[in-house]
């Protein structure tokens, strides 16, 4: 959740400030005082420009209530079908249980006006059920609370009393809940309170763009303001959106410029939204954001017949959801800003049910109907599934969807054996923080960076994750602050970490292209094998390397093979890391060990270089706001100018798997041996930054896997 503390940090973080600014915030924040918000309002003007425009409600939707979602022949359509669909039924249930004990209490209803976390939780929580549950049943008791709801927040004088006034995260919730009311029981107002209640959502929306999105109000940073995929302005967008178009058409609104401003706002962040629909903050970062674009998105074709769901993003949003997805943990295996805990709640994921709604695409059903049904229980529902889930779409086989996959705009792959429970799950990522299409947009003006918000990204490149049996063998992120490279699997030079690392809020990094310092060069992957390469540079990344290229040969039923080629600027300290709940070293003179989830899963490892190691397991706290994490580093260091580290990892527990070393001039040769199992790998590091290595694997003279220069990959 956004706390004011938070906002206080974020708004330092993009003036450039220091962490000695950072810790003075931190005393400082209980002095901190929020600016009336009737200051604000002055700087609304008190009418927009009239101008020629070819926006408006499309015909078919003119004065029809209700619109912004569903019309009333969609919503009773959906209830009609409830009880032939498990889904439906399921969250249509809890919609009309929740909306049946809703009372509104305007003490209770107070506190979602106060803050950016009060509104997000109240007024985006279980309220809107109220208005759904009376769209989908007619229900005149559910109808006549609605109304009482709506005159409640009609008759607040704001919407949001914080630091950003009329304009905030939480404002932006109270905004969408209002215009949800509205557009459900439009045709049951009284005439008089109706012209009252379209002019208080036009003078929110008015509130929302000139305070907000022109920067007028009066708090001093707009962090949100300057980047278009951050989830603070997609939270905004979608209030501004509702708001708009639930009036735009009604007698006394001119609402021509505001059409056109708001279209152009739309057209901006869905410009820079990626084609893979994935989040550079985290996972569930995602859940956290997307919804509300989609809301703004789905009310804006629907109103004004604009085409934003033909982007290619909407339809893929669905998929890193679920590469990520552990089914036997109920929960995610993520980077960045992630808690990366158990037992993952259903609450926003339902929009991501947009994916397979607009493309038909069956498999992409099959794979978020199973990830809702290892996430759903009783008592967890959330109400915008209805709004996206279209069970006219069947649910194709979770089976036919590739084991494995990159997403080239971050460079994060996850790779599995197969769909079931039981399969370990592996993540590998390389990338700049951002991803490449925000960067592509922070570098539109050469001379002058545009800023981002990177605030929840990890200098984490060429890190590597991993669940088996449903835990942590190899750590991921715990929203960690400060971050550090030394809470990740990757490498630490001379104990330091990436740049970029050390705040509690990751900066852009000042006259650099983040582009250019970490990101995969090669991606392959054999869909009947499910035999998978990744490789990943990432020398840019620190001080005092030359190179640093972590290929991954992921071999299901078998093995994983690691190899790090790394050159440095002269003699340094180079240690490879990795953490986990616990974890042993068998045989430290060989590499061998093993490391341990949280419930007692074990995987053996073994890490061997072509140089005299040294091995140790150490404890290590990750610390982070959402709760400190003790686990236990392993580590394997030497002093070099240049090392080459080979790791096998057995998490299918083949008996007597080990790997030896060689060198054949200027070729590395790996040994793999155990049960079943006599592979040799040749490895050769490519001079050339962007060209992937040169790796083959023979078992009995037979090629099995392999990459050149020819399998270079060219997101970046």
Same mark, same amino acid.
């Given at each position: 959740?956004?706390?004011?503390?938070?906002?206080?940090?974020?708004?330092?973080?993009?003036?450039?400030?220091?962490?000695?600014?950072?810790?003075?915030?931190?005393?400082?924040?209980?002095?901190?005082?929020?600016?009336?918000?009737?200051?604000? @309002?002055?700087?609304?003007?008190?009418?927009?420009?009239?101008?020629?425009?070819?926006?408006?409600?499309?015909?078919?939707?003119?004065?029809?209530?209700?619109?912004?979602?569903?019309?009333?022949?969609?919503?009773?359509?959906? $209830?009609?079908?409830?009880?032939?669909?498990?889904?439906?039924?399921?969250?249509?249930?809890?919609?009309?249980?929740?909306?049946?004990?809703?009372?509104?209490?305007?003490?209770?209803?107070?506190?979602?006006?106060?803050?950016?976390?009060?509104?997000?939780?109240?007024?985006?929580?279980?309220?809107?059920?109220?208005?759904?549950? =009376? !769209?989908?049943? /007619?229900?005149?008791?559910?109808?006549?609370?609605?109304?009482?709801?709506?005159?409640?927040?009609?008759?607040?004088?704001?919407?949001?009393?914080?630091?950003?006034?009329?304009?905030? @995260?939480?404002?932006?919730?109270?905004?969408?809940?209002?215009?949800?009311? =509205?557009?459900?029981?439009?045709?049951?107002?009284?005439?008089?309170?109706?012209?009252?209640?379209?002019?208080?959502?036009?003078?929110?929306?008015?509130?929302? $763009?000139?305070?907000?999105?022109?920067?007028?109000?009066?708090?001093?940073?707009?962090?949100?303001?300057?980047?278009?995929?951050?989830?603070?302005?997609?939270?905004?967008?979608? /209030?501004?959106?509702?708001?708009?178009?639930?009036?735009?058409?009604?007698?006394?609104?001119?609402?021509?410029?505001?059409?056109?401003?708001?279209?152009?706002?739309?057209? =901006?962040?869905?410009?820079?939204?990626?084609?893979?629909?994935?989040?550079?903050?985290?996972?569930?970062?995602?859940?956290?954001?997307? #919804?509300?674009?989609?809301?703004?998105?789905?009310?804006?074709?629907?109103?004004? /017949?604009?085409?934003?769901?033909?982007?290619?993003?909407?339809?893929?949003?669905?998929?890193?959801?679920?590469?990520?997805?552990?089914?036997?943990?109920?929960?995610?295996?993520?980077?960045?800003?992630?808690?990366?805990?158990?037992?993952?709640?259903?609450?926003?994921?339902? #929009?991501?049910?947009?994916?397979?709604?607009?493309?038909?695409?069956?498999?992409?059903?099959?794979?978020?109907?199973? @990830?809702?049904?290892?996430?759903?229980?009783?008592?967890?529902?959330?109400?915008?599934?209805?709004?996206?889930?279209?069970?006219?779409?069947?649910?194709?086989?979770?089976?036919?969807?590739?084991?494995?996959?990159?997403? /080239?705009?971050?460079?994060? #792959?996850?790779?599995?054996?197969?769909?079931?429970?039981?399969?370990?799950?592996?993540?590998?990522? !390389?990338?700049?923080?951002?991803?490449?299409?925000?960067?592509?947009?922070?570098?539109?003006?050469? %001379?002058?960076?545009?800023?981002?918000?990177?605030?929840?990204?990890?200098?984490?490149?060429?890190?590597?994750?991993?669940?088996?049996?449903?835990?942590?063998?190899?750590?991921?992120?715990?929203?960690?602050?400060?971050?550090?490279?030394?809470?990740?699997?990757?490498?630490?030079?001379?104990?330091?970490?990436?740049?970029?690392?050390?705040?509690?809020?990751?900066?852009?990094?000042?006259?650099?292209?983040?582009?250019?310092?970490?990101?995969?060069?090669?991606?392959?992957?054999?869909?009947?094998?499910?035999?998978?390469?990744?490789?990943?540079?990432?020398?840019?990344?620190?001080?005092?390397?030359?190179?640093?290229?972590?290929?991954?040969?992921?071999?299901?039923?078998?093995?994983?093979?690691?190899?790090?080629?790394?050159?440095?600027?002269?003699?340094? %300290?180079?240690?490879?890391?990795?953490?986990?709940?616990? #974890?042993?070293?068998?045989?430290?003179? +060989?590499?061998?060990?093993?490391?341990?989830?949280?419930?007692?899963?074990?995987?053996?490892?073994?890490?061997?270089? %072509?140089?005299?190691?040294?091995?140790?397991?150490?404890?290590?706290?990750?610390?982070?706001?959402?709760?400190?994490?003790?686990?236990?580093?392993?580590?394997? +260091?030497?002093?070099?100018?240049?090392?080459?580290?080979?790791?096998?990892?057995?998490?299918?527990?083949?008996?007597?798997?080990?790997?030896?070393?060689?060198?054949?001039?200027?070729?590395?040769?790996?040994?793999?041996?155990?049960?079943?199992?006599?592979?040799?790998?040749?490895?050769?590091?490519?001079?050339? @930054?962007?060209?992937?290595?040169?790796?083959?694997?023979?078992?009995?003279?037979?090629?099995?896997? +392999?990459?050149?220069?020819?399998?270079?990959?060219?997101?970046?």
């Amino acid at each position: 959740m956004i706390r004011l503390s938070m906002l206080i940090t974020l708004s330092l973080l993009v003036l450039g400030s220091t962490s000695a600014d950072l810790s003075a915030a931190a005393k400082k924040k209980k002095k901190h005082k929020v600016i009336p918000a009737e200051k604000h @309002m002055v700087h609304v003007p008190d009418a927009d420009p009239t101008i020629d425009t070819s926006l408006g409600i499309v015909k078919e939707l003119r004065g029809v209530h209700p619109r912004l979602f569903l019309s009333k022949e969609e919503f009773q359509a959906l $209830y009609k079908q409830k009880d032939s669909d498990p889904i439906l039924k399921h969250h249509i249930n809890s919609i009309i249980t929740t909306a049946s004990g809703i009372r509104v209490n305007p003490k209770g209803l107070a506190r979602m006006y106060a803050n950016a976390n009060a509104g997000v939780v109240h007024a985006l929580g279980r309220l809107p059920n109220l208005p759904l549950a =009376y !769209c989908l049943t /007619g229900d005149e008791k559910l109808r006549d609370n609605t109304i009482a709801l709506l005159k409640e927040i009609v008759s607040q004088a704001h919407w949001d009393t914080g630091a950003e006034a009329d304009s905030g @995260m939480g404002g932006s919730c109270v905004m969408l809940l209002a215009a949800m009311c =509205y557009d459900a029981v439009y045709n049951d107002l009284d005439p008089e309170f109706r012209d009252q209640a379209t002019q208080k959502l036009f003078t929110h929306a008015r509130r929302m $763009y000139h305070l907000g999105h022109m920067k007028k109000g009066l708090h001093k940073v707009k962090y949100w303001q300057q980047d278009p995929a951050n989830n603070h302005r997609w939270f905004r967008n979608k /209030g501004l959106v509702s708001c708009l178009l639930a009036v735009a058409d009604k007698e006394g609104i001119e609402a021509s410029w505001m059409l056109e401003q708001t279209k152009k706002e739309i057209d =901006y962040v869905m410009k820079w939204f990626p084609d893979e629909g994935d989040c550079h903050e985290s996972v569930t970062y995602s859940q956290f954001g997307f #919804a509300h674009l989609a809301y703004a998105i789905t009310m804006m074709d629907r109103c004004l /017949g604009t085409a934003y769901r033909k982007h290619e993003g909407l339809h893929e949003a669905w998929s890193s959801q679920v590469y990520s997805f552990d089914f036997k943990r109920r929960g995610h295996l993520s980077y960045g800003d992630s808690k990366n805990g158990p037992n993952r709640k259903w609450n926003k994921t339902g #929009a991501f049910f947009i994916g397979p709604a607009l493309s038909g695409d069956e498999t992409a059903q099959a794979a978020m109907v199973a @990830m809702h049904n290892a996430c759903i229980s009783e008592s967890n529902s959330t109400w915008s599934t209805i709004l996206y889930y279209n069970p006219k779409v069947k649910t194709g086989s979770l089976d036919s969807l590739p084991k494995s996959r990159l997403f /080239g705009d971050l460079g994060v #792959a996850w790779m599995r054996k197969d769909w079931t429970d039981s399969s370990p799950l592996f993540m590998f990522k !390389c990338g700049p923080y951002g991803g490449f299409k925000l960067n592509e947009y922070r570098h539109m003006n050469p %001379n002058k960076p545009n800023y981002i918000s990177v605030a929840h990204d990890d200098p984490d490149a060429n890190t590597f994750a991993m669940h088996l049996d449903g835990q942590h063998v190899a750590h991921p992120s715990v929203y960690d602050a400060p971050k550090l490279t030394a809470n990740h699997n990757t490498i630490l030079v001379n104990g330091k970490g990436q740049l970029g690392e050390g705040s509690g809020w990751t900066q852009p990094i000042k006259n650099k292209d983040m582009r250019t310092l970490s990101y995969v060069t090669t991606w392959k992957h054999d869909k009947e094998t499910g035999r998978t390469f990744v490789e990943g540079e990432a020398g840019n990344a620190y001080p005092d390397l030359k190179t640093f290229r972590r290929s991954v040969a992921w071999l299901p039923n078998e093995y994983i093979l690691i190899l790090d080629d790394i050159t440095a600027n002269g003699q340094q %300290n180079i240690a490879w890391n990795n953490h986990s709940p616990k #974890a042993q070293l068998t045989d430290a003179a +060989s590499g061998l060990g093993i490391f341990e989830g949280e419930a007692g899963a074990q995987m053996p490892f073994q890490v061997i270089a %072509n140089q005299p190691i040294t091995g140790k397991v150490s404890g290590h706290i990750i610390k982070s706001p959402k709760g400190n994490k003790q686990v236990q580093k392993v580590s394997f +260091s030497a002093d070099s100018d240049a090392i080459q580290y080979a790791c096998v990892l057995n998490p299918w527990k083949k008996a007597g798997l080990k790997i030896s070393y060689k060198n054949d001039g200027s070729i590395s040769v790996v040994h793999v041996q155990g049960d079943g199992i006599d592979d040799v790998w040749t490895w050769q590091a490519n001079a050339d @930054m962007k060209t992937p290595s040169q790796i083959v694997c023979k078992r009995g003279g037979k090629e099995i896997i +392999s990459i050149s220069a020819k399998d270079k990959f060219e997101e970046h």
